[in-house]
C-alpha cells in the first residue's frame, strides 16, 4: 500500500497539483494496481536481458534524405498562452 | 459498399464525388449525436477538397490513370482525433487540448490526403487513447451501433463506430495495447494492427513509445490491405520506421491457405472467457480445418504476466510522452488532464523513480524479453497463432469505470502482441445470440502483414458463405 508521503510525493514528480481527495483515490487505485502488477516477483529473470523496443534498429542517424521541416516563429507561437514580442512567456526559475 | 465498389461507381459516372460527400455528411448528422463518434466534422473543407478532386477528374477524364497516383481518389475516411491535422482542433478528445490547432499534417494524414482520400472529420477516442471502451473520452463516450448501450471498445472507439455506421470507409487509429483490435472485434469491422516499424507515427500524439503502432479500421479485409499500401513505409520522421519498398499489399491475397499452419495458444482459452466466445473459437478451428490449414494447439507460457508487463511499460513512457503538456507553449494546465491520464502518469512516475526503476520498470523490460522468446518458440512450429481479441462481449456502458484494474484486464488477450511488436489482423469471427459481434486476431511474425491478409482474406470469405 503506497504512503501518504509517497503519493504526495509522485504527484510532485509528475507535476500534477491533486487534491486531497484525488490524492486519497489515485492511492488507493494506484496501490491495488501496484499489488498486481507485484507478481512479475514470481519470475526469476536475474539471467535474462532486458528489451527496449521490439525492433533489432539500435543507433539511427538522420540520413542525407533528411529535409529539414521548421516551422516559422509564427507558427510556433500560434497555440502558446501568453507571449511576447515573439516569445513565449513563462514562469520565473530563478529567485529574484 | 466498399472502397473498391465505390471507385468502380466514379469511373462509371453513377455519382459525383461531391454527392458522395454530401450524403456522408447528412449521414453523419443525422446518426453522430446519438453514437459520438465524431468530435469535429470537416464539411467545408470535405466539400472543397471534393470540388477540387472533381475538376482533376473532369479535365483528366481518366480516373484509371488518375487513381495510380491517388489510389483513394475521392474516398471518404476520418481520423482518430490523436492524429494531428493541420489547422483543424485537434483535441486527443482531452480538455488539456480544446482549442489545439496543429500547424502541420501528422505523415499517415498528408499520404493519406495526397492519395486522394477526403478527411471528414475527426473522431472520439479515449483521452490520449488512454483506454479500452470510449469510455475515457471527456467528450463523452461514443456508442456501439449493434447496441447503442454497448462500448464499440477504445481507444479507436469513434474509428470503429465511424466505419461500423458507414459514415466512412476507411479510420485512422493507433493501437498500444488493444486500441484498433479491441474496437474492430466489438464492431464487425476489421483492422490490423500492423508490426512496430511499419507506419510512421510521427504527427501522432504519442502515448507509448516503444508499443505505439498506427493503423486503420475497415470493413473487410481487402480495404485494410488496400489502404495499408498508402500509409506504409519509412519516414525520417519516424525512427523506428523500416526502410525499404512499400508493399502491395493485395497482391496475393486470394492464394489459399492449404497446408498453412494455425496455432492456437492454450493460454488464450482460459477459463474465464465468456462461453458464446469459447463456442466461437471452436467454430474458428472448424473453418480453418475447412480451409486446408493444419490447426494446432501451441503454448504461450508466460501470457499471464502480459497485463502486468503492459501497464508498466506503457504507464512509465505516458508519464515521460505526456510531460511536454506543460500548459506553456501549447494546451491548458495540468489539472485539465482527465482521471485515466492522472492514473497513468501518476504509476509510470513511480516505476520510473529513484529505488523503484529496477523493480518495475527494469524488471518489466527483463520479463518482455520472455513473452518475446515465447513467440519465437511457436512460430517454429506454426505459420499464424488465432486468438479471441477479448474474453466477453462488448461489455455495457458503465460497466467497469468504477474500478481501473478491472478495465486494464480488458487487454489481457492483446497487449502481449505489443509487447513483442508483432503484427496481429482482427477479424470478424461471428455473432452472439444476442447479436454482438465477436472478433479474433491472427497474429505472424514481424512484418508479416501480406501472410495475415491473405489468411484473413481466406477465413472472411469461408465465414460469409455461412
Sequence with gaps: MLTTREVCKIAQLARLDLSQAKLKLYQKQLSRVLDYVNKLNELNTSKVKPTLHPTPITNRFRGKDYKSQTLSQESALKNAGEKQRGYIVTKGVFEK | ?466
Excluded at chain 2, 477524364?61 to 495510380?68: H, P, R, S, Y
Excluded at chain 2, 504509476?347 to 523490460?365: C, E, I, P, V
Design chain 2, 1 to 466: 459498399m466498399t472502397i473498391f465498389d465505390y471507385l468502380e461507381g466514379l469511373k462509371k459516372g453513377e455519382y459525383s464525388v461531391t454527392e458522395q460527400v454530401k450524403d456522408r455528411l447528412k449521414k453523419i448528422g443525422k446518426l453522430n449525436p446519438e453514437l459520438n463518434a465524431f468530435i469535429t466534422v470537416t464539411g467545408d473543407l470535405a466539400l472543397a477538397k471534393a470540388r477540387k478532386l472533381e475538376q482533376e477528374l473532369s479535365a483528366s477524364k481518366d480516373l484509371e490513370a488518375l487513381l495510380k497516383e491517388k489510389p483513394l481518389f475521392g474516398v471518404p475516411i476520418a481520423h482518430k482525433d490523436i492524429f494531428s491535422t493541420k489547422g483543424v482542433e485537434t483535441t486527443a478528445a482531452s480538455n488539456i487540448l480544446q482549442g489545439y490547432i496543429p500547424e502541420y499534417d501528422a505523415t499517415v494524414v498528408r499520404k493519406l490526403d495526397e492519395a486522394g482520400a477526403i478527411m471528414l472529420g475527426k473522431l472520439n477516442c479515449d483521452a490520449f487513447a488512454h483506454g479500452a471502451s470510449g469510455e475515457n473520452s471527456d467528450f463523452g463516450p461514443a456508442k456501439n451501433p449493434y447496441d447503442k448501450k454497448r462500448t464499440p471498445g477504445g481507444s479507436s472507439s469513434g474509428s470503429a463506430v465511424a466505419v461500423a455506421a458507414d459514415m466512412v470507409f476507411a479510420a485512422t487509429g493507433t493501437d498500444t495495447g488493444s486500441s484498433l483490435r479491441n474496437p474492430a472485434s466489438f464492431t464487425n469491422t476489421v483492422s490490423m494492427k500492423n508490426t512496430y516499424g511499419l507506419v510512421s507515427r510521427f504527427g501522432v500524439i504519442a502515448m507509448s513509445s516503444s508499443l505505439d503502432t498506427v493503423g486503420h479500421i475497415t470493413r473487410t479485409v481487402k480495404e485494410n490491405a488496400y489502404v495499408l499500401k498508402v500509409v506504409a513505409g519509412y519516414d525520417p520522421y519516424d525512427a523506428i520506421t523500416r526502410q525499404g519498398p512499400s508493399l502491395d499489399y493485395l497482391e496475393g491475397i486470394e492464394s489459399n491457405v492449404n497446408g498453412l499452419k494455425v496455432g492456437f495458444p492454450k493460454e488464450y482459452i482460459v477459463g474465464g472467457l465468456d462461453p458464446q466466445v469459447k463456442l466461437t473459437m471452436h467454430e474458428v478451428r472448424k473453418r480453418f480445418k475447412k480451409l486446408g490449414a493444419e490447426v494446432m494447439d501451441i503454448s504461450l507460457p508466460h501470457t499471464e504476466y502480459a497485463v502486468a508487463v503492459y501497464y508498466i511499460l506503457m504507464a512509465s513512457e505516458v508519464s515521460s510522452n505526456l510531460a511536454r503538456f506543460d500548459g506553456i507553449r501549447f494546451g491548458h494546465g495540468r489539472s485539465k488532464f482527465g482521471e485515466e491520464a492522472q492514473r497513468r502518469i501518476m504509476l509510470g512516475t513511480y516505476s520510473l523513480s529513484a529505488g523503484f526503476y529496477d523493480a518495475y520498470y527494469l524488471k518489466a523490460q527483463k520479463v518482455r524479453t520472455l513473452i518475446i522468446d515465447d513467440f519465437i518458440k511457436a512460430f517454429k512450429k506454426v505459420d499464424v497463432i488465432a486468438t479471441p481479441v477479448f474474453p466477453d462481449l462488448p461489455p455495457l456502458l458503465g460497466k467497469n469505470t468504477d474500478d481501473p484494474l478491472k478495465m486494464y484486464l480488458m487487454d489481457v488477450l492483446t497487449a502481449p502482441v505489443n509487447i513483442a511488436g508483432l503484427p496481429a489482423l482482427a477479424v470478424p469471427a461471428g455473432f452472439s445470440k444476442e447479436g454482438l459481434p465477436i472478433g479474433i486476431q491472427l497474429i505472424g511474425k514481424h512484418f508479416d502483414e501480406k501472410l495475415l491478409f491473405r489468411v484473413g482474406y481466406s477465413f472472411e470469405q469461408e465465414s460469409k458463405g455461412e
